[in-house]
């Protein structure tokens, strides 16, 4: 069963920089623009050593500069380790109240495969992994969080936090986020047993997880297979429950679609197709508003309703699976937008011939597919809000 253990974390000093000024979001949702207001906010934002970028003049890569910060961070006291291993309580709070409670630990690594007990959640897309195998390697540190899912239920209740937190601080989009330190032994060991006695599934950051993999068989070819620090993974991990998880869908646009293609009619030869209106902005957040399964297209939208054949050809009963499905019909390229709001704004700007709403997969769904030991297409699911970058990392060396 995985293995989730409390460890010596590293945090920020919180009475020379403030928590808000440092905390960045994932290195895999920043955009350069993103990353300079960042940078712009501290010098020792998170966003330096997550994003890096090169140092020309003194000729050192991206890498090298990660390091020598973080190395500066630690021996000047911005970045203090704990004073003892622990558990890290961590709540999401969105501006509408809903929250994600989980725990930060160090996670177990378990090579993938039919018996594990660490499951990936999606297949994944070809992504170079020497990017972020390069920063692990440099800076021997667990920047940030992979996020997995507990099938273990009630496991919220044996660390949900009672007293104000170690650290607090709000996001860029009105999130809060709080993270406590827990260091007691009989609280810390009754969480690794309950995070034991079920899979885990890693519902995002599946490339920092296959990343954290290839480093500790690095670490074990070359200090003749001794166990450490590099056998584990900085996890957040969350109860797969509703009343934890918020679930978007990830939506698609579509351009290169052949001259004349009619792309309504394409998929009405799998789903039930209503035309909804034109595309203004009214009809079209009404669609991205209610979680409508959509096509939308300069000529219209249309409400797309799955059939039992389509399930049936895409092996499948998700949205994703059946859309994928139908467009390989005709040649195309497909782009992932993370809001319906993106997907249509590619629409309009011409970037995109059709856009296509998805709905999100349940949190049913996603326990019967982890159940069964399934991936879910890659795209699937859209986790939020996302844990940031600077709350705590972990050094693996």
Do not use: C
């Amino acid at each position: 069963m995985p293995r989730f253990e409390p460890f010596v974390g590293l945090r920020y000093d919180l009475d020379r920089v403030r928590a808000d000024q440092v905390i960045a979001p994932p290195y895999d949702v920043v955009e350069s623009a993103e990353r300079a207001r960042l940078s712009s906010r501290h010098p020792a934002n998170a966003i330096a050593v997550e994003l890096p970028e090169p140092d020309l003049q003194r000729q050192m890569d991206r890498y090298q500069v990660a390091a020598e910060l973080f190395s500066a961070w630690r021996a000047e006291g911005l970045v203090v380790p704990e004073a003892a291993p622990a558990l890290y309580p961590y709540r999401m709070t969105s501006p509408d109240g809903r929250t994600t409670t989980g725990v930060v630990g160090a996670l177990g690594l378990v090579v993938p495969g039919p018996e594990a007990d660490v499951l990936p959640h999606e297949a994944t897309l070809p992504k170079p992994r020497s990017d972020r195998l390069d920063l692990l390697r440099a800076t021997g540190t667990n920047l940030s969080p992979v996020w997995g899912l507990s099938m273990t239920e009630s496991l919220t209740a044996l660390f949900e936090p009672t007293s104000d937190p170690a650290v607090s601080a709000t996001d860029d989009d009105g999130v809060r986020h709080e993270l406590w330190v827990v260091t007691d032994r009989a609280t810390t060991d009754a969480v690794g047993q309950a995070v034991r006695d079920s899979p885990v599934v890693i519902a995002d950051g599946h490339h920092r997880y296959e990343t954290a993999l290839a480093y500790q068989a690095e670490v074990r070819a070359a200090n003749g297979d001794r166990p450490g620090p590099h056998d584990l993974v900085m996890a957040l991990v969350v109860e797969l429950s509703p009343d934890e998880l918020t679930v978007g869908p990830i939506h698609r646009t579509v351009s290169g679609l052949p001259e004349g293609t009619d792309l309504p009619a394409v998929f009405a030869e799998w789903f039930d197709v209503a035309r909804a209106g034109d595309a203004s902005e009214r009809v079209v957040a009404a669609l991205g508003e209610s979680r409508s399964l959509a096509l939308v297209t300069a000529d219209g939208a249309w409400l797309l309703s799955p059939t039992e054949k389509v399930y049936e050809a895409a092996a499948s009963d998700l949205d994703s699976s059946a859309v994928d499905f139908v467009l390989q019909a005709v040649p195309h390229k497909a782009t992932h937008r993370h809001s319906w709001q993106e997907a249509v704004a590619a629409l309009a700007d011409g970037e995109a011939e059709a856009a296509l709403l998805l709905r999100p997969p349940s949190v049913e769904q996603i326990a019967e597919w982890a159940g069964a030991r399934r991936r879910m297409p890659p795209k699937t699911t859209y986790f939020s809000p996302k844990p940031r970058t600077g709350m705590v990392f972990r050094p693996v060396r």
